[in-house]
């Protein structure tokens, strides 16, 4: 099991983020990443324990009012940093995932003859670049998210954040844990309360 969390807010919510992540050691992983909206979409993952992603994020100074993270178990690709969540489309969506999307291949097929290119070999990065895909025609991110998880057959957790709009975090749920968290003007999301019981204790639970 790997996990997710996710938070917009009116402060930093990077630190929130880490330690999110690492109340979600427990799960087991083999890697883990965050990703913020901050002048662009600003990345840091490492393969090894959230200590190794947090020490890069003191490296690169990473701030940011919204943002995602995400604990990986390998399953679609080896354990690598290329395969490593988030993943990026185009530099103005980010995704987290966790679950196995069963039609992956098909998609990836289909995205690369639109024009679509690939980093790693994940799953994961099919979602990035549907809702990319959703996204310059809607210009809406819910409306995008809602058009890209109706093209997967699995069972998946998402959350996603676009350079495009600092003011939304979409996610979705099918087969896989997903709560939202509310706070006082801030919002969380995540595959476990425990990830988020520092910040609020105010969740729901969402259906499929």
Known sequence: MCGIVGAIAN???VPLLTEGLRRLEYRGYDSAGIAVVNDGIKRVRRVGRVAEMEAGIAAEGLTGMLGIGHTRWATHGGVTELNAHPHISHEEIAVVHNGIIENHEAQRERLKALGYQFESQTDTEVIA???????????????????AVQDLHGAYAIGVVSLRDASTMTCARKGCPLLIGVGADENFIASDM???????????????
């Open 11 to 13: 402060r930093n919510i």
């Open 129 to 147: 670049h549907l809702v990319h895909h959703y996204f310059k025609a809607a210009g809406d991110l819910f409306i995008a998210t809602q058009q």
């Open 194 to 208: 425990s990830a988020i019981i520092s910040a609020t204790r105010r969740v729901m639970y969402l259906e499929e």
